[in-house]
């Protein structure tokens, strides 16, 4: 069978099939610690199940509109406008499945062939894939521990060409932990508005952050940033409703309306019941978001701890997501090497560096229980003895 050009073009993901072979090596039975997934492990808060059953009991079952449903759609803009201060109406949002979808319909509506995408590195895998899907070029741009993994304004003032239509900004990152100040945000801004592109703001860990770290959205900073900026984001890490596929998109009416009209054709609207779970994330009593980052706040502490007294790798302190982000350079493996020996040798899964643009670090998630951590991490550090 001839497959399609584009098939190609685009790596499987890595994450998912770490994942997937640390779930399917614990079904056999062994014994594996697992920090490699991308996903709290905490349920879904009761109070935002029991409202998606409501709304399946009341047969909220049937097809609705392609961008959502109108009360989601203004609960997420008033959500946007409360705690994000930014000016958008239902009709600058639409629902979708997922955080993933959101900027892969975000691709396809936006990015062209011989458009041009920057993405600093490391990046979160799946940005470069979907804008080759797209028929675009990913730009990467490298930093490193210098800036704290940080694109600096001088670095993405130099990577936009004529044929730059797109920065990929994600605060708090997926891998690195890390959380941009709102100086470092601003000017960044005023790069975007100076050279006229657009940015898609990833805010999809804007509630996982810790110590003295703030979030704010680029789009908030003045008028001119506003215009310029799409926000993507979801209810999967901060809600732990991973398996829900729920997310949005929020930017100029134009644009939505754009990525309503590739909906319509392609998924249609995200699971009605489910929709209404959402709603009760948002609308309802945020407790569960701080009790779920408190657990987070501490076993990122204990694995910090751990990995600071093994000698030979290092991890600067993450300000927000669930990751920490290992440097192994001193091992002398490839983040492929280290990642795959480490899951036969000690069964800890971690996922290589590699995917995210970086092949001298790894990514360990803490989205896992105390013990597991406290033993993957006795784990790790005769793993890291046996290699120096
Ligand atoms: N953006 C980042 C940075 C992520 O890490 C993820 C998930 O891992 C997503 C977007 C997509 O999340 P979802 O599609 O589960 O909402």
Same mark, same amino acid.
């Not at 997922?98 to 900027?103: D, E, I, N, V």
């Not at 076993?299 to 997501?321: D, F, H, K, T």
């Given at each position: 069978?001839?497959?399609?050009?584009?098939?190609?073009?685009?790596?499987?993901?890595?994450?998912?099939?770490?994942?997937?072979?640390?779930?399917?090596?614990?079904?056999?039975?062994?014994?594996?610690?697992?920090?490699?997934?991308?996903?709290?492990?905490?349920?879904?808060?009761?109070?935002?199940?029991?409202?998606?059953?409501?709304?399946?009991?009341?047969?909220?079952?049937?097809?609705?509109?392609?961008?959502?449903?109108?009360?989601?759609? %203004? @609960?997420?803009?008033?959500?946007? $406008?409360?705690?994000?201060?930014?000016?958008?109406?239902?009709?600058?949002?639409?629902?979708?499945?997922?955080?993933?979808?959101?900027?892969?319909?975000?691709?396809?509506?936006?990015?062209?062939? =011989?458009?041009?995408?920057?993405?600093? @590195?490391?990046?979160?895998?799946?940005?470069?894939?979907?804008?080759?899907?797209?028929? =675009?070029?990913?730009?990467?741009?490298?930093?490193?521990?210098?800036?704290?993994?940080?694109?600096?304004?001088? $670095?993405?003032?130099?990577?936009?060409?004529?044929?730059?239509?797109?920065?990929?900004?994600?605060?708090?990152?997926?891998?690195?932990?890390?959380?941009?100040?709102?100086?470092? *945000?601003?000017?960044?801004?005023?790069?975007?508005?100076? %050279?006229?592109?657009?940015?898609?703001?990833?805010? &999809?860990?804007?509630?996982? *952050?810790?110590?003295?770290?703030?979030?704010?959205?680029?789009? #908030?900073?003045?008028?001119?940033?506003?215009?310029?900026?799409?926000?993507?984001?979801?209810?999967?890490?901060?809600? #732990?409703?991973?398996?829900?596929?729920?997310?949005?998109?929020?930017?100029?009416?134009?644009?939505?309306?754009?990525?309503?009209? &590739?909906? =319509?054709?392609?998924? #249609?609207?995200?699971?009605?019941? +489910?929709?209404?779970?959402?709603?009760?994330?948002?609308?309802?009593?945020?407790?569960?978001?701080? %009790? /779920?980052?408190?657990?987070?706040?501490?076993?990122?502490?204990?694995?910090?701890?751990?990995?600071?007294?093994?000698?030979?790798?290092?991890?600067?302190?993450?300000?927000?997501?669930?990751?920490?982000?290992?440097?192994?350079?001193?091992?002398?493996?490839?983040?492929?090497?280290?990642?795959?020996?480490?899951?036969?040798?000690? $069964?800890?899964? +971690?996922?290589?560096?590699?995917?995210?643009?970086?092949?001298?670090?790894?990514?360990?998630?803490?989205?896992?229980? /105390? +013990?597991?951590?406290?033993?993957?991490?006795?784990?790790?550090?005769?793993?890291? $003895?046996? %290699?120096?």
């Amino acid at each position: 069978m001839k497959l399609a050009a584009r098939v190609g073009e685009v790596t499987p993901s890595l994450t998912l099939a770490i994942a997937a072979k640390a779930k399917a090596m614990k079904l056999d039975g062994i014994d594996v610690c697992s920090f490699s997934a991308g996903e709290p492990d905490f349920d879904t808060p009761a109070h935002i199940k029991a409202a998606a059953q409501k709304a399946l009991d009341e047969g909220k079952t049937k097809y609705g509109p392609a961008a959502g449903e109108p009360k989601l759609r %203004q @609960a997420i803009a008033r959500k946007l $406008q409360n705690e994000n201060h930014l000016d958008y109406n239902a009709e600058n949002v639409i629902v979708t499945n997922g955080g993933k979808h959101s900027l892969f319909n975000l691709m396809l509506a936006l990015i062209e062939p =011989g458009d041009e995408v920057i993405i600093p @590195a490391p990046y979160w895998l799946s940005y470069p894939e979907m804008v080759k899907l797209a028929g =675009g070029k990913p730009v990467i741009v490298q930093t490193d521990a210098a800036t704290e993994y940080k694109i600096t304004p001088a $670095q993405l003032r130099s990577a936009i060409t004529a044929n730059t239509k797109l920065f990929v900004f994600n605060s708090p990152c997926n891998p690195t932990g890390v959380v941009y100040t709102p100086t470092e *945000i601003q000017a960044l801004a005023e790069v975007i508005v100076e %050279q006229d592109i657009l940015v898609v703001s990833d805010e &999809i860990y804007e509630k996982i *952050i810790y110590d003295d770290a703030k979030h704010i959205s680029i789009g #908030s900073l003045g008028k001119e940033i506003f215009a310029r900026t799409i926000v993507s984001s979801g209810f999967a890490k901060a809600y #732990s409703m991973t398996g829900w596929r729920l997310g949005y998109l929020a930017g100029a009416v134009e644009l939505i309306k754009a990525v309503s009209t &590739i909906q =319509g054709h392609s998924t #249609s609207n995200v699971c009605t019941f +489910a929709q209404y779970g959402a709603i009760a994330a948002f609308e309802d009593s945020q407790d569960c978001v701080e %009790q /779920m980052r408190l657990a987070f706040a501490e076993r990122r502490q204990v694995m910090l701890e751990r990995i600071r007294a093994i000698p030979g790798i290092s991890c600067a302190p993450p300000n927000g997501a669930f990751y920490l982000f290992v440097n192994i350079s001193k091992t002398g493996l490839s983040s492929l090497e280290f990642c795959d020996s480490l899951l036969e040798t000690q $069964q800890v899964a +971690a996922v290589p560096g590699i995917a995210f643009g970086a092949d001298d670090h790894i990514r360990l998630s803490y989205a896992t229980d /105390m +013990a597991s951590i406290e033993k993957g991490m006795d784990r790790l550090h005769k793993f890291v $003895q046996s %290699q120096l």
